[in-house]
């Protein structure tokens, strides 16, 4: 009894110092009522609550060392025209660390805010990852909107924006927009669109979706589910809805890019065929790219739960080998991988480059396997 009342004040302390600095206390909330379990898995979420803890103090400290000494860049390629001149020494910024999805020791989404004389200037979004196969989408949307209308397979343009590609990190343009994950339960965009537009909108709407899932399918993108799409205007019926795919770093031929759009009822031109042949394919072939064995999805419903690591490592062996992969690492390594992910609260992710599958970035070089010749 005296042991569990040591546990449970030590518990209560941390969450005391979560809340007073803006952290989510979930894990130290289910230690607290998790009494009835084994003394395993009550120090597995201590564990868990005071990684999580150090990890976002340390990350939002890396954030804010990279925005400050990257901070005359940032204003000259985001600043909108109508706020320069600017001098970069009496600008701030605030950074909001976004998403409860994390990866590599607690890292996530930030949105940076910058302003002067505390009015709010412009807003970008930080990522710690590289961007290079998002901008080669991004640059090949716009190589595509450049060609003459009589070339392209719709008038309608496809979605494009600004990013800057940092080793491990990158910046990207704002995207206004509504998250279509909190404004709708369907299971993809294109249900969303069909259950939530009408008329014009709608039929709009749809031309959109089914020519940006044909061309992202033939370019092999994929996990685009609602969450990883904005749309823009929907509260604005007088304008069309613009449908805005915010990350598309995961690349796999063969398999449906999940956006729920018709793609096969559209016809790409020659010319775009061309483009994503000579422009896109040379760019995207020495990118590394998020490599998904399973949906981020299914990923990101096992974190926290370390009896599961097992399971999921003996089902990521069948895949890799199922995708022609030579294991290249004994099961209980690939096992403490999983593990030392769930600890952080991170989704585990794979990284495919040249060839070769990496468990999350590849500066950290762990090798998991190879592709067969």
Known sequence: MFIEQEIKAKISNLKEQYERDGFDSLYIDTALFSFDENELTIKFYMEISQTC???RLS????????????????????????????????INFQIKLVSEETHNQGKLPAFITFNSNENPLFKIVYKPRSAAIDRA??????????LPSEHRSSDIPLPTYKILDFPARSLWEYVEGEDIAKLSKADSVGIFIRQSLSGSRK????????????????????????????AKNFKDKSKDVELIPIDLENRHKGILTQLGGRPKEVRLTPEEDR???????????????????????????????????????????ERFEADKFLVDIPFSRLQGLLLMSILSHDVPYFTKWRGILYYGLLSENNIIARKED
Not at 137 to 146: A, K
């Open 53 to 55: 803890f150090i990890n």
């Open 59 to 90: 990350y939002a400290n890396e954030v804010k060392a990279f925005i400050e000494q990257n901070k005359a860049l940032i204003l000259n390629e985001f600043c909108p025209l109508e706020h320069r001149p600017i001098n970069p020494k009496s």
């Open 137 to 146: 989408v991004i640059d090949t949307f716009d190589q595509i909107n450049q």
């Open 203 to 230: 039929e709009r709407a749809e031309q959109r979706l089914n020519r940006m899932d044909a061309i992202l399918t033939r370019m092999g993108i994929s996990d685009l589910h609602t969450e990883n799409v904005r």
């Open 275 to 317: 483009i994503i042949e000579e422009f896109f394919e040379p760019r995207a072939q020495d990118a590394p790219f998020r490599y998904l064995p399973l949906s981020t999805r299914v990923m990101a419903g096992l974190v926290g739960n370390y009896l599961l690591a097992e399971t999921l490592a003996k089902t990521l062996l």
